[in-house]
């Protein structure tokens, strides 16, 4: 059997970590998986994810900067990007879009709404 698209997780909580890969491995989806945005940075110019979903606050580097990076980089600015973030104030929403996310979702978030999310935004791929 075949893997689907590829979608890149990065999260510092390792128990979302696991719940998002395992929930987006079952949808059929290959999952790669970085615990900073560094790591999520490394593994986006090596692997290419077709989507990436990344926790707004984490080591190294924020999901605000690993989008900013993604977007600013020629090969990488097509990867559709989900931000999570505990911080959902209006302002929050705002600045995750217009910084170039494709969505954000607030945490905590049921796990089918995410795996709806990613398979909305990559439907023409999956």
Same mark, same amino acid.
Do not use: H, N, W
């Given at each position: 059997?075949?893997?689907?698209?590829?979608?890149?997780?990065?999260?510092?909580?390792?128990?979302?970590?696991? /719940?998002?890969? /395992?929930?987006?491995?079952?949808?059929?989806?290959?999952? =790669?998986?970085?615990?900073?945005?560094?790591?999520?940075?490394?593994?986006?110019?090596?692997?290419?994810?077709?989507?990436?979903?990344?926790?707004?606050?984490?080591?190294?580097?924020?999901?605000?900067?690993?989008?900013?990076?993604?977007?600013?980089?020629?090969?990488?600015?097509?990867?559709?990007?989900?931000?999570?973030?505990?911080?959902?104030?209006?302002?929050?929403?705002?600045?995750?879009?217009?910084?170039?996310?494709?969505?954000?979702?607030?945490?905590?978030?049921?796990?089918?709404? /995410?795996? =709806?999310?990613?398979?909305?935004?990559?439907?023409?791929? =999956?």
């Amino acid at each position: 059997m075949s893997e689907g698209p590829l979608v890149l997780c990065a999260d510092d909580d390792e128990d979302i970590l696991s /719940l998002v890969s /395992l929930r987006l491995r079952r949808a059929g989806f290959d999952v =790669a998986t970085a615990s900073d945005g560094d790591a999520a940075i490394e593994i986006a110019r090596d692997r290419r994810p077709a989507l990436a979903v990344l926790d707004v606050m984490m080591p190294r580097r924020t999901g605000y900067e690993v989008l900013a990076e993604l977007r600013g980089d020629e090969a990488l600015r097509d990867i559709k990007v989900i931000l999570l973030s505990a911080r959902v104030q209006e302002s929050d929403v705002t600045r995750g879009l217009e910084a170039g996310a494709d969505a954000y979702l607030a945490k905590p978030f049921k796990a089918q709404d /995410l795996v =709806a999310k990613v398979q909305e935004l990559l439907g023409a791929q =999956a």
